[in-house]
């Protein structure tokens, strides 16, 4: 099942760039979440939506920015990125905020 | 905020062999979840088990709320079993799950 897509599924980008994460979910979900899963560490919440509404922002560094224009779609604006936050980021939703959630395929970015 | 613990950190099995993952954590839950990450690094549901038992397959999984712990349990195992195997869980009023470091299941043929 493939009710949650995320792209794209690998970025390279430089430190100067801008670029977009987009994450896209057919389930009829209220809730989304962006996770980063850094190499040899467990997944770790960045930002949580209800109702399209941000409620949760785990002291993430400003040069990610989320958006979500509708219940369906998240997006993460990324700009002067460093190699540091190279890593892969999933996409989440479930019904309700702390509901089941179903995971996106994951962007592999990576900062050079 | 709660605290999640996964053992064994490295599993390594026969092919055909079977084998008992577990998870405790640390504070009463109201969501747990066992997914499979696949080498691609898609996280795949296989267990939403906040107490009771499941059973879907060669897999099954418990989850003992009142003793803070879940076991998923893998039988007759296959190489396309290999993987990570996370648990996560939410707890309270907290809106996200919270991730154990994982196992690294390797089943060789």
């Given at each position: 099942?493939?009710?949650?897509?995320?792209t794209?599924?690998?970025?390279v980008?430089?430190?100067?760039?801008?670029?977009?994460?987009?994450?896209?979910?057919?389930?009829?979900?209220?809730?989304?979440?962006?996770?980063?899963?850094s190499?040899?560490?467990?997944?770790?919440?960045?930002f949580?939506?209800s109702?399209?509404?941000?409620v949760?922002n785990?002291?993430?560094?400003?040069?990610?920015?989320?958006?979500?224009?509708?219940?369906?779609h998240l997006?993460l604006?990324?700009?002067?990125?460093?190699p540091?936050?190279s890593a892969l980021?999933?996409?989440a939703?479930?019904r309700r905020?702390s509901?089941?959630?179903?995971f996106?395929?994951?962007?592999?970015?990576?900062?050079? | 905020?709660?605290?999640?613990?996964?053992s064994?950190p490295?599993?390594i099995?026969?092919?055909?062999?079977n084998?008992?993952?577990?998870c405790?954590?640390?504070?009463?839950?109201n969501?747990?979840?066992?997914?499979h990450?696949?080498?691609?690094?898609?996280?795949i549901?296989l267990?939403?088990?906040?107490s009771?038992?499941?059973?879907n397959?060669r897999?099954?999984?418990?989850?003992?709320a009142t003793?803070?712990?879940?076991l998923l349990?893998i039988?007759?195992s296959?190489?396309?079993?290999s993987?990570?195997?996370?648990?996560?869980?939410?707890s309270g009023?907290a809106?996200?799950?919270t991730?154990g470091s994982g196992?690294?299941?390797?089943?060789?043929?």
């Amino acid at each position: 099942e493939t009710g949650v897509t995320q792209t794209p599924r690998h970025l390279v980008m430089g430190m100067t760039n801008k670029k977009s994460l987009k994450c896209e979910q057919h389930l009829g979900h209220n809730a989304m979440y962006w996770y980063k899963q850094s190499a040899k560490k467990p997944l770790e919440l960045m930002f949580v939506y209800s109702l399209e509404e941000r409620v949760e922002n785990n002291s993430v560094p400003s040069r990610f920015s989320p958006e979500c224009p509708n219940s369906s779609h998240l997006f993460l604006h990324l700009h002067t990125l460093q190699p540091e936050d190279s890593a892969l980021y999933l996409c989440a939703s479930s019904r309700r905020a702390s509901g089941e959630a179903f995971f996106g395929q994951g962007t592999r970015l990576t900062v050079v | 905020g709660i605290q999640v613990e996964q053992s064994p950190p490295d599993l390594i099995l026969q092919e055909g062999a079977n084998s008992t993952l577990r998870c405790n954590f640390s504070d009463s839950v109201n969501n747990l979840q066992w997914f499979h990450q696949n080498p691609w690094g898609q996280l795949i549901n296989l267990f939403y088990i906040p107490s009771g038992t499941k059973q879907n397959g060669r897999l099954s999984a418990t989850t003992v709320a009142t003793e803070r712990y879940s076991l998923l349990y893998i039988s007759s195992s296959q190489t396309t079993d290999s993987g990570v195997y996370f648990c996560a869980v939410s707890s309270g009023s907290a809106r996200q799950l919270t991730f154990g470091s994982g196992t690294q299941l390797t089943v060789l043929p």
